[in-house]
């Protein structure tokens, strides 16, 4: 980093509540202390290749706006004078992450390091762009009446968008192309970003939870879909047309019921001259690379496909296989309160799920060896229910040499994913778009 860009074209300026934007060497010292926290300035000023007084020089005009504080002093380890440690005032800018599902939108009021300060949900009766876009507008309208500080707002649908901006396939909202950033930014006032759901949580991880300071993860979601979001050499991934993470039409091996000889035991008051077993249509799932759609029955995806993930991961697709196995309907978090009690048809449509979940960490695992797997989403807790599942799975299909993955499951409240529509418009903030 050289001095030559202190402060670029983002001097400190306010203007109408807000600030002007940082470039350079500016921008680098805040987005170092927005991520990784306080830090004493010989400490940044090593990390960012600045000399001690190029560094005073660009956080002058940062604290006397109040967007940097110093945090109380301590004293370093040996002699030398005390180090005043920099940090952000979290306080100083919120936001607003808005999260649009198929009926419901959820909605958070947030500060610069990702804490949530306020939320909100309401249903979602119409979902046409032009009707999301009202509402929308008037739910960030209301939150603006009751913070002045907030300076930007991030949307997250689950589907394609491209350059934070245009909503190319949102098949939950049933909308192609729909310049989303653009219709919303004028009725709302501020800066407004768009991005797919999963890869704006994969950003809040990032930056504010789980994957902070690592250089390479994985996120895997369950839930109304499935979802992938990486981080490679400390960058979240798009791809070259914003599809990075889609997996939810990865074929995998079918796994398939079938039936397996259970040993029926034998009363010790009859004698007999061997042990008997009974072949009983006890189900249990078996990879199988040849297996092929037997009736109507089989689970298919939205696009009618038999072997991709969406089409035995989902949170629909679990129930709808677990009605087919018991002969009911049976919500999801039922399922899997049966399957743990024991329960044996529930038992095997989760493991047949959690194998299906197991190949798509082995195929991540094969590709960028991350080195953590978060798994979140609504339907998480199959992860752990079908835990043994899911390690067969990987050990199935990964190398032996390649060291067993660290997998984090994590605990998913649903204003999560609001949460990270909020980190998209933190980072653009940030980084002065």
């Not at 390690?391 to 999560?416: M, N, S």
Request: hydrophobic share 45%; glycine share 12%.
């Amino acid at each position: 980093m050289t001095d030559s860009h202190d402060l670029g074209h983002g001097a400190l300026g306010h203007a109408g509540g807000g600030w002007s934007p940082l470039a350079g060497s500016a921008q680098a010292v805040v987005l170092d202390i927005l991520v990784h926290g306080a830090r004493p300035r010989t400490e940044l000023a090593t990390r960012l290749g600045l000399s001690g007084p190029s560094l005073t020089r660009i956080t002058k005009p940062l604290l006397e706006s109040g967007l940097l504080v110093e945090r109380p002093s301590f004293a370093p380890s040996g002699s030398g004078r005390p180090s005043v440690p920099l940090d952000l005032d979290p306080d100083a800018h919120h936001f607003v992450g808005v999260k649009l599902t198929r009926d419901r939108l959820f909605v958070v009021v947030t500060d610069q390091r990702g804490r949530v300060l306020g939320e909100h949900d309401e249903p979602l009766p119409d979902p046409s762009p032009g009707a999301v876009v009202g509402q929308v507008a008037a739910v960030v309208t209301a939150a603006r009446a009751r913070d002045d500080r907030i300076r930007a707002v991030g949307v997250t649908v689950g589907g394609q968008v491209v350059d934070r901006a245009h909503v190319r396939h949102a098949p939950f909202l049933g909308w192609d192309d729909v310049p989303l950033a653009d219709l919303l930014t004028a009725p709302i006032g501020l800066p407004t970003w768009v991005e797919n759901d999963v890869r704006a949580l994969t950003q809040a991880e990032h930056w504010f939870g789980e994957g902070r300071g690592l250089r390479s993860f994985a996120l895997v979601t369950i839930g109304a879909g499935v979802g992938l979001g990486l981080v490679a050499a400390g960058e979240v991934l798009g791809g070259a047309h914003s599809s990075a993470g889609s997996i939810g039409h990865q074929r995998i091996v079918v796994p398939v019921p079938v039936p397996v000889p259970v040993p029926v035991p034998v009363p010790l008051a009859v004698p007999v001259p061997v042990p008997v077993a009974v072949a009983e249509a006890v189900p249990v799932p078996v990879p199988t690379a040849d297996a092929a759609p037997a009736d109507a029955s089989t689970p298919t995806c939205d696009l009618g496909h038999h072997d991709c993930a969406g089409a035995f991961l989902t949170v629909a697709a679990v129930e709808a296989a677990a009605a087919r196995a018991l002969g009911r309907p049976v919500a999801y978090d039922d399922l899997l309160a049966l399957a743990a009690d024991g329960h044996e048809e529930a038992r095997v449509v989760v493991d047949t799920a959690a194998d299906v979940l197991g190949q798509l960490i082995a195929g991540v695992l094969n590709v960028l060896d991350p080195e953590v797997v978060l798994l979140s989403g609504e339907g998480v807790r199959l992860a752990t229910v079908g835990g043994a599942a899911v390690a067969a799975a990987i050990e199935r299909g990964t190398h032996r040499a390649v060291p067993p993955p660290r997998l984090l499951v994590q605990e998913f409240r649903f204003d999560e994913w609001a949460r990270g529509a909020a980190a998209v418009a933190i980072q653009m903030h940030a980084l002065g778009r």
